[in-house]
């Protein structure tokens, strides 16, 4: 999994045995690229809870609370 910085979102980001010598480089990138402070998400938007019941809007509630 890697985060994307600016949002803290967090992606599956794979690469085959072909593509080592990429993901290693694109990995090391990504680390240096790693700000201070990490923006977090808001409580249970993105996991398993909304990937099983799509037809809620998950961040909505959360995003009405704040940040955790």
Do not use: S
Not at 30 to 40: L, M, N
């Amino acid at each position: 999994m890697l985060t994307d910085w600016t949002t803290g979102q967090r992606q599956w980001c794979e690469a085959c045995n072909r593509h080592t010598d990429w993901w290693t480089t694109f990995t090391t990138e990504h680390a240096r690229g790693r700000p201070d402070i990490v923006p977090q998400l808001y409580a249970n938007t993105g996991g398993a809870l909304a990937r099983h019941v799509p037809e809620i809007d998950w961040a909505y509630p959360w995003h009405e609370l704040g940040p955790r």
